[in-house]
């Protein structure tokens, strides 16, 4: 089992910016990927980025690239997405999620149902 904790959530002003934190513990090296997906009530949960923990790559939501940066800190098992150039928009619950290897685990990257792993996630506000 994998435990993911996120942190960093809170209120900014449009065109500010936050860094969130996702901890993993547990049997994380059966996890490949880790990805951040975020969610607004009544609305399906949408892929942000991922990022593998070996770095052999990154991936971002067409609508994210240039603003968001997702990062990794193995030594800490730690996942991080710098938001930049915040858009009232972007207020949402933001969810970090580990992604078990699959031979086909690159083609479900983007995926929020074949992730395997959740944290509670954080809720970021920006207001306008």
């Known amino acids: 089992q994998v435990h993911l904790v996120e942190s960093g959530g809170g209120l900014v002003q449009a065109g500010g910016s936050l860094r969130l934190s996702c901890a993993a513990s547990g049997r994380s090296f059966s996890v490949v990927a880790m990805g951040w997906f975020r969610q607004n009530p009544g609305k399906e949960r949408e892929f942000v980025a991922a990022i593998t923990w070996s770095g052999s790559g990154s991936y971002y939501a067409d609508s994210m690239k240039g603003r968001f940066t997702i990062s990794r800190d193995n030594g800490k098992n730690t996942v991080y997405l710098q938001m930049n150039s915040l858009k009232p928009e972007d207020t949402a619950v933001y969810y970090c999620?580990?992604?078990?290897?699959?031979?086909?685990?690159?083609?479900?990257?983007?995926?929020?149902?074949?992730?395997?792993?959740w944290g509670q996630g954080t809720q970021v506000t920006v207001s306008s």
């Open positions: 999620a580990g992604l078990k290897y699959t031979p086909n685990w690159a083609v479900n990257v983007m995926a929020p149902t074949f992730y395997d792993y």
